[in-house]
Every structure is written in C-alpha cells, then in structure tokens.
C-alpha cells in the first residue's frame, strides 16, 4: 500500500475530570523525526507518547500539539504552616522586645510573610491521566495513519493516471514511427 509522507490526525477524549486533545501532522522527510508540543504538566508522559508514536509512525516530520484541559473546579488548597509562623511570631516579639517597640501584629500581617500560608495543588492520578492520553494518542495516529493511506491512494491513482496518458502517447508515436517508415 502506498502511503503519503503529508497527514494529518486529531482525537479528543474526555471524562467527568479532564480533556485531552491530541494533534498530528506531518510532512515529507528522510528520518522519522517526531516533535511533542505539550502542556509542562505532562511532560512525564513523553516517553511513553513517543513510543505509542514510533508503533504508528517510521518517517516524516511530525508535529503533534497535545491540549490539556481540566473540567472540574480547581484542585488548589491552602495549605498552613504553624511552625513557620511560630518562628516569624517568636523574631518578631525578640525585635520588639530589643527595641522597645509594641507588638501589634494581627493574624493577618503574619499570614502575609512566606511560607506561612501556600496554595498547593492536589497531586493528579497519574494513572488515570495517563489512560486519557494514551486513549488520545492512539486514536490521534490511527486517524493520522488513515490519512496518509488516503492520501497515498489518490498519488498512486494519479500516478497510475499518468503512466496510462504517457503509455498511450508512446503507442501514438510508435504507431506514427510505423506509418511514416511505411510510406
């Protein structure tokens, strides 16, 4: 079967918590080179994206955009930390101990210095992302595959449409070689 080097690939899966949306595309070119544009947050992933990639995917240059987008309500806390604020609590009260000075420092000053209040963010179930994007990206190469197997069976069309109009030339001219050296 011929195939096309040009193709090009798209899938989106969702559940009740993320989205993923995976993009492909891909031009002529002699090795196989495969570039992964992608949210930081899954960078973890490459490894195994590039080998589901390589099972799909011998030659060309291929672009795949990758979109991560979370569905449910933000998974950020904040988190306390008493023995910080203890310590800036504790200095403060040496300083104004050391210079005379009142103490009038409100819950909300000493939730101002760092590290006394941080927002943190749930950690993901990776392993549940990762069955998400892989689902994107076989299906995303699946596509790309049919695409360039579509697009090679209209070049091999082409092609043959083209050696047909070429083989009927020769034959013109083969006929008219005859009838010019029988005359």
């Known amino acids: 079967m011929l195939k096309s080097m040009t193709g090009f690939g798209r899938c989106e899966v969702a559940n009740e918590k993320q989205k993923i ?24 992933f490459e490894a195994g994206i590039r080998n589901i990639l390589r099972k799909y995917i011998s030659r060309g240059k ?18 306390y930390n008493p023995q910080i604020a203890e310590e800036y609590l504790n200095k403060l009260r040496q300083i104004g101990e050391v210079f005379q000075l009142d103490n009038d420092i409100k819950v909300s000053t000493l939730a101002r210095f760092p590290e006394v209040l941080v927002l943190e963010e749930q950690p993901e179930d990776e392993d549940a992302l990762w069955q998400i994007i892989e689902e994107a990206v076989q299906k995303a190469a699946e596509r ?4 360039r197997c579509t697009e090679g069976e209209h070049l091999r069309q082409d092609l043959e449409g083209k050696l047909d109009g070429m083989q009927r030339m020769v034959h013109f001219i083969e006929e008219r070689s005859r009838n010019i050296a029988e005359s």
């Open 21 to 44: 949306i995976v993009e492909m595309k891909a031009v002529n070119h002699r090795y196989c080179d495969i570039s992964i544009r992608m949210p930081k947050k899954l960078g973890f």
């Open 62 to 79: 291929v672009d795949v955009f990758i979109t991560y987008e979370e569905c449910t309500e933000s998974r950020a806390y904040v988190k």
């Open 144 to 147: 790309f595959v049919e695409t």
